[in-house]
T-cell receptor, first 116, second 113 residues
Framework: AQKITQTQPGMFVQEKEAVTLDCTYD???????LFWYKQPSSGEMIFLIY??????QNATEGRYSLNFQKARKSANLVISASQLGDSAMYFC?????????????FGTGTRLKVLA | SAVISQKPSRDICQRGTSLTIQCQVD?????MFWYRQQPGQSLTLIAT?????????ESGFVIDKFPISRPNLTFSTLTVSNMSPEDSSIYLC??????????FGPGTRLLVL
């Protein structure tokens, strides 16, 4: 069974609009971490935002926010005021396991295209 | 975070040959990983590089095909051995500096002909 599910293979958004990229996860661990990464066409993986399972507040980093709904096991990424440079692949990931033996699981990704 | 470099950034190789990819970090890190990303796919963990001991490989990856060295806390190598076109991928190293956030190197784009 997929532990990280990203149901949107591709998304379009108009420049300056907000967009939500969906991510659901499945784990039986009480302690886990959720991450979003951006991968432009250059191939590098850029860390965007992190949410710990015990964090009660939704994480925010500049134009990025993570809509964490623990009961629904969802961790959606919201990008506000989209820019052309936001066009890229976006991966949701989850950290499982105790400290020192972390394992990271990635979703299949969502390709975002920002339209001028 | 950490500054992570990888060499080479890209290479084109002939089938049957081997390529060694280097990963250098600007600070000592406890956890270091190697991933493969095949064209159009997500990331797949190859192994955890353990300092001073054998790497821990994921299911489907073996040491004979992907030998890994990690002589210290700032450096690791991944060798892709006896390459075939199916090995054409982006290879990424990553580290956990503090907490649990994973940071990635710039990747090595490998094309096997």
């Amino acid at each position: 069974a997929q532990k990280i599910t990203q149901t949107q293979p591709g998304m379009f958004v108009q420049e300056k609009e907000a967009v939500t990229l969906d991510c659901t996860y499945d784990t039986s661990d009480q302690s886990y971490g959720l991450f979003w990464y951006k991968q432009p066409s250059s191939g590098e993986m850029i860390f965007l935002i992190y949410q710990g399972s015990y964090d009660e507040q939704n994480a925010t980093e500049g134009r990025y926010s993570l809509n964490f709904q623990k009961a629904r096991k969802s961790a959606n990424l919201v990008i506000s005021a989209s820019q052309l440079g936001d066009s890229a692949m976006y991966f949701c990931a989850m950290r499982e396991g105790p400290s020192g033996t972390y394992k990271y699981i990635f979703g299949t990704g969502t390709r975002l295209k920002v339209l001028a | 975070s950490a500054v992570i470099s990888q060499k080479p950034s890209r290479d084109i190789c002939q089938r049957g040959t081997s390529l060694t990819i280097q990963c250098q970090v600007d600070s000592q890190v406890t956890m270091m990983f190697w991933y493969r990303q095949q064209p159009g796919q997500s990331l797949t963990l190859i192994a955890t590089a353990n300092q001073g001991s054998e790497a821990t490989y994921e299911s489907g990856f073996v040491i004979d095909k992907f030998p890994i060295s990690r002589p210290n806390l700032t450096f690791s190598t991944l060798t892709v051995s006896n390459m075939s076109p199916e090995d054409s991928s982006i290879y990424l190293c990553s580290v956990v500096v503090s907490g649990e956030t994973q940071y990635f190197g710039p990747g090595t784009r490998l094309l096997v002909l």
